[in-house]
Every structure is written in C-alpha cells, then in structure tokens.
C-alpha cells in the first residue's frame, strides 16, 4: 500500500421543478464539480510503478492537477405516468470521481473524461414500488483513463502503444433494460 498523494473535490447542484413557474411538472438540474489532485509518489504496484504513474501524472512527474466536470438533465411527464429522462455530463482531461464501485463493463458516465449523453423512460407498474426503465447511452471519450486515478490523461487520437497497455476505449453504445422492485 502507497499513499500516492491527496485528492479534493467539490460539488454543486441546483435542482428545480418547473411546476410552480411554468405550470408543467419537469425537473430539472445542473451540478458542477472541481477536483485537484496533488500526486506525492508513485505506485508501488509493479505494473504501474514500471510505467512511473502516481495520481494522475506518469513517468514519475508529479505536478498537481485540476479537474472539472458537468452534469445536467430534465425529466419530462409522460401519459400513464411515466417520466422520460435526458441527461448530458461532461468531464475535462484532469477530471476523477470515486466511482470506482461501478459494475458495468464501461465504467461510470460519472467518470468520464469526454462527455455521455443519455436518453431513458421510467414506467412505473405498482406507483412507485415498482417500475421499468429503459435506456440507451452514447459514450464520448475524450481522453485514456476515466475513472482511474493512476496515469497521466491522454487525448485518445494522440495515444501510442505505452499509453495503451490498459485498454483505450473512443465510443461506446450502451442499451438497457431494468425492473426494480422497491419493499
């Protein structure tokens, strides 16, 4: 274990329900976030000490780094009581989240350098103890290793094959279909 420096970060999210001023029931919000990372070593994993990455910074350069990154989206009314959901988030090339318990196979949109845009509808069966959602997300990497805090960024269209050892992704598609049951 290696303590590889400190790690900042600050949120801010306004939310409102266009109900009271408009007459029509949409959600809304936007929330903006900074990160500043300040690297004090590098790994001592082997695979990553080979390579000189320490908090977002390789070959052994430990310069401190901020990141930022943007979130917003609406929920629309839909018949039968269902709400159709758009969302945008964009991450900057310095930008890392603690996302890292994500179970899908492409990671967090929350922790992507580059942008996701996402389109659902949540359908609810039994009021609100039980609903169906599907969804779709387009990936829009910008740059090498959203959601790892080891490693400097780089732009994807300018990565080599060092900076490729772990896998680079440019796009990604992502379908799903979900049904959660709440007690």
């Known amino acids: 274990m290696t303590?590889?420096?400190?790690?900042?970060?600050a949120s801010l999210l306004l939310r409102s329900n266009l109900n009271e001023?408009?007459?029509?029931?949409?959600?809304c919000f936007l929330a903006g976030s900074w990160t500043h990372t300040n690297p004090s070593d590098i790994s001592k994993n082997p695979y990553?000490?080979?390579m000189g990455?320490?908090?977002?910074?390789?070959n052994g350069d430990l310069e401190s780094r901020d990141g930022y990154s943007i979130y917003t989206g609406a929920l629309f009314p839909m018949p039968y009581a269902a709400r159709l959901g758009l969302e945008y988030n964009w991450g900057s090339k310095y930008w890392f989240n603690f996302?890292?318990?994500?179970?899908?196979?492409?990671?967090s949109k929350m922790a992507v350098r580059g942008q996701v845009y996402e389109g659902y509808y949540n359908q609810p069966i039994v009021a609100k103890n039980f609903f169906v959602k599907g969804g779709v997300q387009f990936y829009d990497y910008d740059y090498t290793g959203s959601g790892n805090p080891l490693g400097k960024p780089v732009k994807i269209s300018d990565a080599?094959?060092?900076d490729a050892l772990n896998p680079v992704v440019d796009k990604v598609w992502n379908y799903y279909l979900s049904a959660t049951v709440q007690f």
């Open 48 to 50: 990553y000490e080979m």
């Open 21 to 27: 001023r408009f007459d029509t029931d949409i959600d």
């Open 3 to 9: 303590n590889i420096g400190d790690w900042d970060a």
């Open 53 to 58: 990455m320490g908090l977002l910074s390789s």
């Open 160 to 162: 080599n094959a060092i």
């Open 99 to 107: 996302t890292g318990a994500e179970d899908s196979l492409i990671g």
